[in-house]
């Protein structure tokens, strides 16, 4: 019995194709990528130096603390909805739109919180509208 050896073929793997693929993958998504620079804006807020008023007898301040909460002359809101504002707001001004509008917010509250009340006001038809602020401390530059 006479054991015949056969050529074992050498297996090789083509990694042409595949390289090309990659190189396309690279060129396009260089090609399609977009950069976009951040960049950071510094804004200096001032501060109002302003006198400060006297408390008028009749009038609606609207209180927005860090969270965004709403408080309507000292009485808190159910939530933070525009419709919710505008009701609490119709009710403590009896619907007159001549009273003094107040709004003070933390320093803390989210611009979008502030924004919402005086979009609230405004379609209410509010035009004495008027932002609280505190008086900078002495010795600050």
Known sequence: MKFRRQAREEL????TPLIDVVFLLLIFFMVSTTFNRETQLSVDLPEATGLV?????QQVEILI????QYRVNGRPLV???M???QAA?????????????VISADAEASHQSVVRAMDAA???GF??????SIQPARGTP
């Open 79 to 81: 939530d933070a909805r």
């Open 12 to 15: 090789s793997v083509n990694l």
């Open 65 to 68: 603390d860090e969270q965004g």
């Open 83 to 85: 419709r919710t504002l």
């Open 89 to 101: 707001v119709y009710e403590i001004s009896k619907g007159d739109t001549t009273l003094p509008l």
């Open 53 to 57: 008023r006297e408390e008028v007898a």
């Open 122 to 124: 405004g379609q209410m």
């Open 127 to 132: 035009s004495r509208l008027s932002i609280a």
